[in-house]
């Protein structure tokens, strides 16, 4: 039986990634991976005592979920999210990887100010996979419609909101931009 195994470097080559950036994704990946593995296994030990009234363990670990793709600022990363089970009705959820999270917050964030800086809907798509590589999924032009909407409104509603000033003037170099009228 052949095995064959593939180094970093053949792997970087393979997929059009630098050595670096390869080793950058591999590193965050082990990383996180363990981030979550030592969260699940401090909630087991923190919940080892409870029992059902059979006399089992109420809280076990039961295999991992399915692998998932995360996008991040240095590509996307597989991970696979331990699973745990309980027996007494409750849920775990994960601080670190909470259920459906698909990019992190800064890719979130990226869409609006890319928008800002002119970039079209239609182009998103072609831009964010040049800065996080042809593997990012998950950002589709409705994505960007949807966060471009989220940010609208966030906009909209500091605008409207009102400015509750007394005896406040407010200046900016010497210009006095909002003096409060007298009461």
């Not at 195994?5 to 393979?14: G, P, Q």
């Not at 399915?66 to 699973?83: A, D, H, N, S, W």
């Not at 009705?89 to 609006?112: E, H, N, T």
Request: glycine share 8%.
């Amino acid at each position: 039986m052949e095995t064959k195994v593939i180094s970093l470097a053949e792997r970087a080559k393979d997929e059009g990634k630098s050595y670096l950036e390869e080793l950058l994704s591999e590193g965050a990946r082990k990383l996180l991976q363990t981030a979550i593995e030592n969260e699940v296994a401090e909630y087991l030990e923190i919940h080892q005592e409870r029992r059902t009234d059979a006399g089992q363990r109420a809280i076990v670990r039961n295999g991992h979920h399915p692998e998932r793709e995360l996008v991040t600022g240095i590509g996307p990363l597989k991970v696979r999210q331990p699973r745990i089970r309980h027996r007494d009705g409750q849920k775990f959820s994960s601080a670190i990887l909470p259920p459906y999270m698909r990019r992190v917050p800064s890719i979130d964030a990226l869409i609006p100010a890319l928008y800002l800086k002119g970039i079209s809907t239609g182009d998103f798509t072609e831009a964010l996979s040049a800065i996080l590589g042809e593997r990012a999924s998950g950002l589709s032009a409705t994505n960007v419609v949807r966060l471009k909407a989220g940010s609208r409104g966030r906009i909209q509603g500091l605008v409207q909101a009102r400015l509750e000033c007394q005896g406040l003037r407010l200046l900016v170099g010497r210009w006095n931009l909002f003096q409060p009228s007298a009461r």
